[in-house]
């Protein structure tokens, strides 16, 4: 990260705040709503609403997040330096490397084991062991990761995370970022962290390696959809799969779930997830109070909700009060 951050990052052309509040009606304003991502579009209604009304931004960038959720952001923030022409950082920033500026492999590899060691103090007891664990096979993942980039050989420029916008008729505007993105082809990565198993005698636990899918998983092929989508629909698809032993690529011609009639499929779920929101939203008037009081918050989702007791606790309140009978 630290070589990374040295270098010169430009302001890009567009202007995503604006183009995201654009034409944007007062009462998604109110609320803080104002574009759909993907990731957002995957999740139950009642879990994605909540989360975007009750936490701020600042709020949700200390939810806890287990080292799994981490496994495939290694590769991911620091391959793109080795291989990738521009790469974009939030919603408005570019960074332009020449030939000579990009990293070798040693200066990947530095910076990857850089961003795993900054982790150390982020996991409870149970989850360090998954760390250190995560440490010892990131060699192998990052390799992988690049066996599996050079078999869909991108051509042209190749961009990396940059952020794009789609229209899924809903008010508010759906926004993503693609993995990677050449002339003629996007690629969305996926890894799969090693299982946990149960706690030994001596208390270390033993790992397992998680098998790659046979074919892509439904959330993930939609989300390729969406930048498919967002990029006119042009770009051959491709989702790479990775583990610590073997990597995979899927594309239309090896998975159903990637072509066109399937990407067209998946917009349209993606659509009438937005519309459900939508309809809510109206529904409420702008009321936040109104509108919790609307949705099912499921708590007891096994994934969406492992976000730090604290802001469960917040949550749970929160919804309390939109159904108490003094609201």
């Not at 070798?104 to 060691?117: A, C, P, T």
Request: proline letters at 4%; one cysteine or more.
């Amino acid at each position: 990260m630290q070589l990374r951050e040295q270098r010169e990052i430009a302001k890009a052309d567009k202007n995503f705040e604006a183009l995201l509040n654009n034409s944007l009606p007062q009462i998604y304003v109110d609320l803080g709503i104002d574009h759909w991502s993907p990731t957002s579009l995957n999740k139950p209604v009642g879990i994605d609403l909540i989360l975007k009304l009750i936490f701020t931004q600042e709020e949700r960038r200390l939810f806890y997040v287990g080292p799994k959720a981490h496994f495939g952001n290694y590769p991911g923030n620091n391959h793109p330096m080795h291989v990738a022409d521009q790469i974009w950082f939030g919603q408005s920033e570019v960074l332009n490397l020449a030939v000579h500026e990009k990293y070798n492999w040693d200066q990947m590899m530095e910076s990857v084991q850089q961003d795993i060691n900054a982790q150390d103090l982020s996991y409870n007891k149970t989850d360090k062991h998954q760390h250190q664990h995560h440490k010892k096979l990131m060699p192998a993942v990052l390799e992988n990761w690049h066996k599996a980039y050079k078999a869909i050989s991108l051509q042209g420029k190749v961009i990396c995370e940059r952020t794009v916008t789609g229209d899924l008729g809903s008010h508010a505007t759906g926004l993503g970022r693609i993995d990677y993105e050449g002339d003629h082809a996007l690629i969305e990565y996926k890894t799969k962290p090693p299982r946990r198993g149960k706690m030994k005698a001596d208390g270390t636990y033993g790992f397992s390696t998680q098998a790659i899918p046979k074919d892509v998983q439904i959330e993930h092929a939609r989300q390729t959809a969406f930048y498919w989508h967002a990029t006119g629909r042009k770009l051959k698809p491709f989702v790479a799969y990775v583990n610590e032993k073997e990597w995979k690529v899927f594309d239309p011609n090896t998975s159903d779930m990637l072509t066109v009639a399937a990407m067209e499929d998946h917009i349209e779920y993606y659509k009438r997830q937005a519309q459900l929101r939508d309809n809510l939203i109206q529904a409420s008037q702008g009321d936040m109070k109104k509108l919790l009081g609307m949705i099912d918050p499921d708590f007891g989702h096994n994934f969406y909700w492992n976000i730090g007791d604290q802001f469960v606790i917040k949550a749970k309140q929160s919804i309390n009060n939109a159904l108490s009978k003094e609201g």
